[in-house]
C-alpha cells in the first residue's frame, strides 16, 4: 500500500496569516501517462463528514475558496491556506488514488493562534 | 439536491453481523462508484472498499483489514448501495461514511474505463459500535 505521511500533525496560525500543510507519499503517484498527480485534500470539521477540497494536487472543487491552494509533484505535496479565516479550523486529509487501495494521510489539525 | 444518506448503523456484539444501507439522491447513482469509508472515534480516515459502476462490471475491492468479513453490493433501481458486516470484530467500531467519487474526473485509459477515487460527495455517517 502507498503510505501517506502528512506534517505537522497539528499547526496554530493567527488569523489572516499563512498555514501550510505538507503530504508525503511513498512512492510516486504521478501517473506519466497523463502528467496528472492522483492526489485530492479534504477538510473535516468537528462532527461533520470530510469535504472535497482538491483534486488532481492542484484543482479547486467548485464553491472552494481561491485562498486554498495545493500543490507538488510526484511523491511531495502541499496544501496552503494563504490567509487563515476562522472557519478553516478542522483536521485536513491528503489522500492518494493513484492504486487500490486509497489511503489517507494521518491528518493536521489547524488551529487558531 | 445531490445527497448521500447513510442507515443501519447499531450496537452489535463481536462475531455478530450489520447491514448499512447508502441512500444516493440528487445524481445518477447508476453512472457512479460507491465507496465506504470509517473513521474511528479520535481517529483518521481509513477506506473500507468499493463497489464500481455498471461500467466497470459492479467491480469491487476491500481494504485488508476487512476482505472477507464484509460484502459491499448495489441496486440501482433503488439508487442505494449496501455494506454487508459479518464476524465484527471490537476494532470495527466506527462511523461509517459511504461516498461517491467524482464522475466528473472519469477517463478512458487505452480500453479501461477509469473511475478515479476522489470523493466529493459524502454521507452524514452512521455509527456502527461493536461491543458485548
Known amino acids: 500500500d502507498i503510505v501517506m505521511t502528512q506534517s505537522p500533525d497539528s499547526l496554530a496560525v493567527s488569523l489572516g496569516e499563512r498555514a501550510t500543510i505538507n503530504c508525503k507519499s511513498s512512492?510516486?503517484?504521478?501517473?506519466?501517462?497523463?502528467?496528472?498527480?492522483?492526489l485530492t485534500w479534504y477538510q473535516q470539521k468537528p462532527g461533520q463528514p470530510p469535504k472535497l477540497l482538491i483534486y488532481?494536487?492542484?484543482t479547486r472543487e467548485s464553491g472552494v475558496p481561491d485562498r486554498f491552494r495545493g500543490s507538488g509533484s510526484g511523491t511531495d505535496f502541499t496544501l496552503t491556506i494563504s490567509s487563515l479565516q476562522a472557519e478553516d479550523v478542522a483536521v485536513y486529509y491528503c489522500q492518494q488514488y493513484y492504486a487500490t487501495p486509497p489511503t489517507f494521510g494521518g491528518g493536521t489539525k489547524v488551529e487558531i493562534k | 439536491e445531490v445527497q448521500l444518506v447513510e442507515s443501519g448503523g447499531g450496537l452489535v456484539q463481536p462475531g455478530g453481523s450489520l447491514k448499512l444501507s447508502c441512500a444516493a439522491f440528487?445524481?445518477?447513482?447508476?453512472?457512479?462508484?460507491i465507496q465506504w469509508v470509517r473513521q474511528a472515534s479520535g481517529k483518521g480516515l481509513e477506506w473500507v472498499g468499493r463497489?464500481?459502476?455498471?461500467?466497470?462490471?459492479?467491480?469491487?475491492a476491500y481494504g485488508a483489514s476487512v476482505q472477507g468479513r464484509f460484502t459491499i453490493s448495489r441496486d440501482d433501481s433503488k439508487n442505494t448501495a449496501y455494506l454487508q458486516m459479518n464476524s465484527l470484530k471490537t476494532e470495527d467500531t466506527a462511523v461509517y461514511y459511504c461516498t461517491r467519487h467524482n464522475p466528473a474526473l472519469d477517463y478512458y485509459d487505452g480500453g479501461d474505463y477509469r473511475e478515479p477515487d476522489a470523493f466529493d460527495i459524502w454521507g452524514q455517517g452512521t455509527m456502527v459500535t461493536v461491543s458485548s
Open positions: 488532481w494536487a492542484s
Open positions: 512512492q510516486s503517484i504521478l501517473y506519466s501517462s497523463n502528467n496528472k498527480n492522483y
Open positions: 463497489i464500481r459502476s455498471e461500467t466497470n462490471t459492479y467491480a469491487t
Open positions: 440528487g445524481f445518477t447513482f447508476s453512472g457512479t462508484g
